[in-house]
């Protein structure tokens, strides 16, 4: 039921072109809700992949690998960096991408950890937790600022 409930409510943010910072598991739920596929695990289907999967006895803030943003995107734009050390807290993300999404941030071993739905005002997915670092680092907390005022 969980997915079903969030698969819709993505499915109508993004049709009513409703502001959205999809975290984590909605940034998968975001990709699945349009169209797109997942890496059921990571670290054993993935070619290359390196671990992501530090949510088992680790801090929640561990920074655990790099991403690297897409030049042009909303989220470079807005984090006003080309990469950034990240947490890592999932075994599961994108394979193929859904329709209307771009990929704006891929880990070092390619996956990817950012995307944007094309042509709407805000929303955005991230594979990481921004959510623990905004206290600490001005770039999150503009992601956050970003959000909100979409929101308004």
């Not at 999809?22 to 596929?37: F, K």
């Not at 050390?85 to 329709?99: D, K, T, Y």
């Not at 990929?103 to 390619?110: C, F, K, L, Q, V």
């Amino acid at each position: 039921m969980r997915d079903e409930v969030e698969i819709f409510v993505a499915r109508q943010a993004v049709a009513q072109d409703k502001p959205l910072l999809a975290i984590c598991r909605g940034h998968q739920m975001l990709n699945v809700a349009l169209g797109g596929s997942l890496w059921e695990d990571v670290l054993d289907l993935m070619p290359e992949a390196h671990r992501h999967a530090y949510f088992q006895g680790h801090p929640r803030d561990m920074l655990t690998h790099e991403v690297h943003f897409t030049a042009d995107s909303r989220l470079a734009r807005i984090l006003g960096q080309s990469h950034k050390p990240v947490n890592s807290l999932h075994h599961q993300g994108i394979r193929e991408l859904g329709a209307n999404l771009r990929p704006m941030a891929h880990a070092t071993d390619g996956l990817i950890e950012s995307v944007e739905v094309i042509d709407h005002r805000f929303a955005i997915g991230v594979q990481w937790h921004p959510e623990e670092f905004f206290r600490t680092d001005k770039a999150t907390l503009g992601l956050f600022e970003a959000f909100v005022h979409a929101c308004e």
